[in-house]
């Protein structure tokens, strides 16, 4: 009888990092605790990708909150999602809004935000924040923590 992980592509075997977010694959495993409702954080304090325009790098600090329904996403595959925006060019908005989308496209989340913390371009930070609507009523749910830009960190 197969077992759910036989269908993971990437954990457990080395895996290069995708060339661009359309080629990366994100995975999913069933949620073991599906008749909870709790949240579930990931934090990527080194996001980065490419500015469109002049191709100079950007930096970001993102957070992930999501409550899932019958799937969780693989982590593994989120690192390499993640990292294949290290040489793609988009603007910040784009980036961040994207992220959160393909994630509740792959895993059908009952609720998920992100919040996208970017490092100053030009001298400005740009913050961006997206998600799918309210929270499930009672969830607890823990501020982001990440502070308005003063040097950040």
Known sequence: MPHYTDALTQLGAP?????????AVLERVPNPQADEVYAVRF???EFTSLCPITGQPDFAHLVIDYVPGDWLVESKSLKLFLGSFRNHGAFHEDCTVGIGKRLVETIAPQWLRIGGYWYPRGGMPIDV?????????????????????????
């Open 15 to 23: 895996t290069d990092l995708p060339a661009s977010p359309d080629r």
């Open 43 to 45: 934090t990527q304090p």
């Open 129 to 153: 924040f997206w998600q799918t609507g309210a929270a499930p009523a009672g969830l607890w749910l823990p501020d982001q923590d990440v502070p308005t830009y003063r040097g950040r960190g």
